[in-house]
């Protein structure tokens, strides 16, 4: 009998250490298998997929690429784009050269090439709208800068009217409210309008201050500043002021000047160009430039492009950044 039992006990030993063993192997198996998992990389394809941005591409049509101004807009773009996505950006850049026919085909060829962002300034703003409609039909984002353009998804601009006005506001100052001014106008987009606009209306409130002229037009350009400038001061044997829609037009205008040796009127215009700025500085008729933001400007477009195409929330389509006026000291006479 004591046998009997010492056998039984023996077996439920032996079937317990059996269950326990094979519960250590097991939690082995489990703890080896957890260890290979974590190992294990994830394919670079899935940290891809999940990083990938929606935007890859963007198309820019601007007005001129000899400005400056343009350049920087360009050049802040491409870097903001970089920034926000993480990585380069493809970038497709043209000039329309204020050609609305030439702008819309760059507008097309963005569209075939299936850029995700367009960026632009109108040629004009009515009648770009067409093409910027059909742009959209095609899932791409349309952002208006410098220039409105009818229907873009957003517009950024200077505040032009202020800039105008400022600019136009320094020049009465320092002829002491009193002569006679012309302006040098440009191509009909919405920032020259509103430029000569908002400066229009600083002269209207001095009834000592004639406006001579205001509607040539300088084409935006240094040679057409040159050209508009030797025509008024042939026209007009005394000018005492002189407003240029752009900082080449002001270049152009001081040229001209220049070379006639004229030094009875000031110059003041508007954008802000490393070399507008330097000249300002020097001796000179060039007074004041009110200057306009094109870094700030493109990041602006870029944030809220990107968040369109992500399906963010936009509360503010319309904005206007303000100019600031760099400007030589007043004579001490003043």
Not at 35 to 56: D, M
Not at 71 to 80: E, G, W
Not at 209 to 220: C, F, K, P, Q, T
Request: contains cysteine.
């Amino acid at each position: 009998m004591r046998r009997v039992a010492v056998l039984k006990s023996y077996g439920r030993f032996s079937r317990l250490h059996f269950f326990r063993g094979r519960l250590l192997s097991c939690l082995v198996f489990a703890l080896f298998a957890t260890a290979l998992f974590a190992a294990t990389p994830v394919p670079s394809s899935s940290i891809e997929a999940k990083n990938a941005s929606v935007l890859k591409s963007i198309g820019i049509s601007v007005s001129d690429l000899g400005n400056p101004y343009f350049v920087k807009l360009i050049d802040a773009t491409a870097a903001t784009a970089k920034e926000l996505t993480g990585g380069p950006v493809k970038m497709l850049i043209h000039s329309d050269a204020y050609d609305l026919d030439r702008q819309i085909k760059q507008v097309n060829e963005f569209i075939k090439a299936g850029v995700d962002l367009i960026i632009l300034t109108a040629a004009d703003p009515y009648k770009i709208a067409p093409v910027v409609a059909k742009a959209q039909r095609a899932g791409i984002k349309v952002i208006a800068v410098d220039v409105n353009a009818q229907g873009a998804d957003a517009t950024i601009t200077t505040d032009n009217v202020q800039a105008g006005m400022e600019a136009c506001e320094r020049l009465a100052k320092q002829i002491h409210y009193k002569g006679n001014f012309v302006i040098i106008n440009g191509v009909l987009v919405s920032s020259v309008v509103e430029r000569v606009a908002g400066c229009k209306s600083v002269l209207s409130k001095y009834p000592n201050i004639s406006l001579l002229s205001y509607r040539m037009n300088g084409s935006g350009s240094v040679d057409g500043g040159m050209e508009v400038m030797t025509y008024l001061m042939e026209k007009y044997p005394h000018i005492d002021a002189v407003f240029a829609i752009n900082d080449p037009t002001a270049l152009g205008a001081l040229q001209a000047a220049q070379q006639a040796s004229r030094k009875d009127f000031i110059i003041a215009s508007v954008d802000g160009a490393t070399f507008a700025e330097k000249m300002i500085h020097q001796e000179n008729q060039w007074v004041a430039t009110a200057v306009q933001r094109p870094k700030e400007m493109a990041a602006k477009a870029v944030e809220i492009g990107l968040a369109l195409l992500e399906g963010r929330p936009v509360p503010q389509r319309f904005i206007q950044i303000p100019s600031v006026l760099v400007e030589k000291p007043l004579p001490k006479t003043q």
